[in-house]
C-alpha cells in the first residue's frame, strides 16, 4: 500500500512532533484532537519549531510553508477515514488508547495500518479491541520527536511482517532509524529510562541530594545531555508515573514501585513543563 497520507490522533508534544516530521518528508498529515484549542495549540507548536529551524538557516521560509500547508487540522476521528497510515498519539492512558482503536477500526479503510506511539502499554492489548490484529503496531517515537532519531517498533502477537515492514519503511522516510523490540511492559527504552527516572526520583525524597545535584552528577558523571529529573519535566511526570504503574503490575517486581514523591507530585498537578511546575519551577 503507498502511503501518501499520515493520521497522527493527538495534537499534544508528541503528536505536534510526528506531525511535524511526516510533513517535512512529503507527506500529508491529518492531525486531530478533542478541543479546536488543542488542534491550534498543536499547530502553533509546529509553526514555532519550524520557525527555529529558518531562523538557524537550516530551512528556508518557504520550505517552513509548504510543511505547513501539507498539515490539515481536526476535531472528528471520523477524517481518519482519508488516511493511509494512522499514529495514535493520545495520553498514556489504557483505556481511551482501547477506545480510539475500536473506534479507528469502523472508521479506517481494511488493510489501513494502525500503530500506537505508547510508552508501555501492551500493543497484543491494543490490537485486541480491533478487527485487525495484523494491522497493529507499536511506533514508539521518542520526546522531542523532530530531534531524536529512534523509532521503536513494536510487533504484537499477530501483527503481520507485511504491517512490520511498512512501518519500519515509513519511519526511515520520515529520517528516523527504527528498532525492533518485542511486547514487553516498557518495550526496551522505557524498561531502562523510567526506573533510572524513578530512582532519581527516590534519591530526592530521601534527600541524598537536590534535583540540582541529582541533575547535574547524571549530566557530568554518566555524560548525560540532560538530568534525569529535568527529563521528567519534558516527558510529564503523569506520563513517567503511568509507565511506572504499567512496567509495576505488568512485570510484578516491587523495584519497578513507583516513588511515592512521583505520586505526590503528579496529585498535586505538578506535572512539569507543560503545567509549569515539576521538579523545577518554570512559571
Known sequence: MEIKTL???????????????????????????????????????????LGRLVKKEKMTAEDRQAILGRITGTTSLADMAKADFVVEAATENETLKLKIFTDLDSI???????????????????????????????MHFMNPVPMMKLVEIIKGLATSEETFTLTRD????????????????????????????????????????????????????????????????????DTCLAIMKVLHSGLGDAKYRPCPLLIKYVEAGWLGRKSGRGFYNYK
Open 7 to 49: 493520521g497522527v490522533v493527538g495534537a499534544g508534544q508528541m503528536g505536534s512532533g510526528i506531525a511535524q516530521v511526516a510533513a517535512a518528508s512529503g507527506l500529508s498529515v491529518i492531525m486531530s484532537d478533542i478541543k479546536d484549542e488543542f488542534v491550534q495549540r498543536g499547530a502553533n507548536a509546529i509553526r514555532d519549531s
Open 108 to 138: 479506517c479503510r481494511p488493510g489501513v495500518i494502525l500503530s500506537s506511539n505508547t510508552s508501555s502499554i501492551s500493543i497484543t492489548k491494543i490490537a485486541g479491541a480491533t478487527k485487525r490484529p495484523e494491522d497493529i503496531i507499536g
Open 170 to 237: 515509513l519511519s526511515v522516510r520520515m529520517g528516523k532509524t527504527p528498532v525492533p523490540a518485542n511486547d514487553f511492559p516498557g518495550f526496551i527504552a522505557n524498561r531502562i529510562l523510567m526506573p533510572m527516572i524513578n530512582e532519581a526520583v527516590y534519591c530526592l525524597f530521601e534527600g541524598v541530594g537536590t534535583p540540582q545535584d541529582i541533575d547535574e552528577i547524571m549530566k557530568l558523571g554518566m555524560n548525560h545531555p540532560m538530568g534525569p529529573l529535568t527529563l521528567a519535566d519534558l516527558i510529564g511526570l
